[in-house]
């Protein structure tokens, strides 16, 4: 590489003649003609022995144009590979991708303040809402999507002015407000794939947008998804009809024994407190005509489950 440079700088730059030029370096002088033909720096090239998979190409190729999804193994056995797997798995990894296709799939990095993603979640637990009835309330869950904070709350129903106060709630709590608010094709957010007007003027009003996600499509909102299956399988704890008239030290107890007996689970969950209140509901669904959230509007939407907030 330093006497290829050289040979150019001396013959462009100071005008040497070639026989000179190999007298001071001690080269041939086929070699500085040669350097001052190529176009770059002179490379090593080993020259390739090719690989004991390319006698097998043909017979793979046809194999995976009619099964692109066909294991390794099972490719090995019908061509009669007679060597080990690693040739053959290399192969596959380049062939494989012709026929099978590429699973598009990224990393998204959110910046700071750019956006939440919002679902509700219902649990299977039936809340009593008056005199001998039952009814399963959903859980408004919201998922920052920087620091991966968890909110969430539960709500009397799926009307819109229900739906939005939990958002006020759950934004008063966090004290800020994301430049944008992502949620699926729920009917009063969205139902018609446009944003709803409550909705949108409940945007407006927090100088925030709200992103409907495709259709059919839940890895759009895959943090809240998930989080969703987190409160399922960890903090819901057992329903039973007895357990609505004890107190709140055996529904403690009831719950961990719950958790205790799964495998795996080391480390402890924190306990939830209030459940045994009953959820006072109302039916004024229209955001203009609800109070601003307090103690009362607290402990009506949050009575049987308390707000959640966890970092993770």
């Not at 007007?197 to 895959?222: H, N, W, Y």
Request: aromatic share 8%; glycine share 8%; net charge positive.
């Amino acid at each position: 590489m330093e006497d290829w440079a050289e040979i150019r700088r001396l013959h462009r730059a100071e005008g040497v003649p070639i026989k000179e030029i190999a007298r001071r370096l001690g080269i041939a002088r086929n070699t500085v003609r040669a350097a001052l033909r190529s176009d770059g720096p002179p490379q090593y090239k080993r020259i390739s022995r090719g690989c004991v998979a390319d006698a097998f190409e043909p017979q793979i190729r046809a194999l995976l144009a009619e099964w692109p999804r066909m294991p390794g193994p099972v490719i090995a056995q019908k061509i009669g590979w007679p060597y080990s797997m690693s040739p053959s798995k290399k192969w596959l990894t380049q062939l494989r991708p012709e026929y099978a296709g590429v699973d598009p799939v990224d990393r998204v990095v959110y910046e700071p303040g750019q956006i939440t993603q919002c679902d509700l979640w219902f649990p299977e637990t039936r809340i009593p809402v008056a005199a001998g009835q039952e009814r399963v309330l959903p859980v408004l869950v919201m998922t920052l999507g920087f620091s991966r904070f968890l909110t969430a709350t539960m709500i009397p129903s799926r009307q819109a002015g229900d739906i939005l106060s939990g958002i006020w709630q759950l934004i008063g709590g966090i004290g800020r407000v994301t430049k944008r608010l992502v949620w699926d094709r729920e009917a009063a957010i969205g139902g018609t794939g446009r944003v709803s007007s409550p909705a949108a003027a409940f945007a407006g009003t927090l100088a925030t947008e709200i992103v409907l996600a495709p259709p059919r499509d839940p890895e759009f909102k895959g943090l809240v998804e998930r989080n969703n299956q987190f409160l399922e399988t960890c903090s819901c704890p057992a329903a039973c009809s007895s357990h609505r008239r004890t107190s709140t030290a055996s529904s403690r107890s009831g719950w961990s024994g719950r958790t205790a007996g799964r495998s795996g689970r080391s480390r402890a969950r924190p306990s939830l407190s209030r459940f045994p209140c009953k959820p006072r509901v109302t039916n004024r669904a229209n955001l203009s005509q609800r109070e601003s959230p307090g103690e009362d509007d607290d402990e009506r939407v949050q009575g049987y489950f308390p707000a959640v907030s966890s970092g993770s």
